[in-house]
């Protein structure tokens, strides 16, 4: 499953702040794009707006040709893992993954099914029964993958979803998402300050600086051809 996402003329204020400026951005159906830019830049607020977390100031969010900005989180066909795994404590690790699919109404046999599924893919079934204080860090972030998945997502928002892991468990976790990435065809956004993962993950990458995109390109093009100084800067390739 999977599909496209369209931000038209998007912008984003608090009160006389405006931390996100006229962004628009066609993301295919089943493509990886990654969001990259320092930190400050609205990296969480553009994820957050598109999973339903934040309201639009103005322009439209559209998943899959169907207009979401003014839809609900659960309605929006789109999954968000946060870079704090936002785990209910009180919770098991099936709990924890079997909860949003309570909420949107998915019958018991079938939430039992896909958190099984899940698990096995993860490699977490031997840890289903725990809470998540007796997880590591990395374990722990599985789970928050693992509740996005369940929902069966046409896209998957990771905002930093790496970047509380230490250096060898990031590369594998990187490698693991882009096996499941291949696997599901799902669209994925993902959003890093961290250029190795954007570079090794994306189909495309989109340059932000200060509310603005920068450059919108592959990996190859961004790199070889930066389209500003501050890309250039950026990326620390050779102007
Ligand atoms: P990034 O994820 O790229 O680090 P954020 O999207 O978190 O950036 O933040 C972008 C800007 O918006 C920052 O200057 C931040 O202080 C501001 N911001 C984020 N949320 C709010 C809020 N609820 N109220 C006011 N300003 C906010
Ligand atoms: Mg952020």
Sequence with gaps: MSASIELENVSKRYGALTVLDDISLSIAAGEFVVFLGPSGCGKSTLLRMIAGLEDVSSGTISVGGRRVDTLPPGKRGV????QSYALYPHMTVRQNMAFGLENIGVPKDEIGRRVKAAAQTLEIDHLIDRKPQKLSGGQRQRVAIGRA???EPAAFLFDEPLSNLDAALR???RLELAQLHARLGSTMIFVTHDQVE???LADRIVIMNARRIEQIGTPMEI???PATRFVASFIGSPT
């Design 149 to 151: 998945i369940v929902k």
């Design 171 to 173: 590369g594998r976790t």
């Design 79 to 82: 999954a968000m893992v946060f």
């Design 198 to 200: 954007a570079m090794t």
């Design 223 to 225: 790199y070889q051809r």
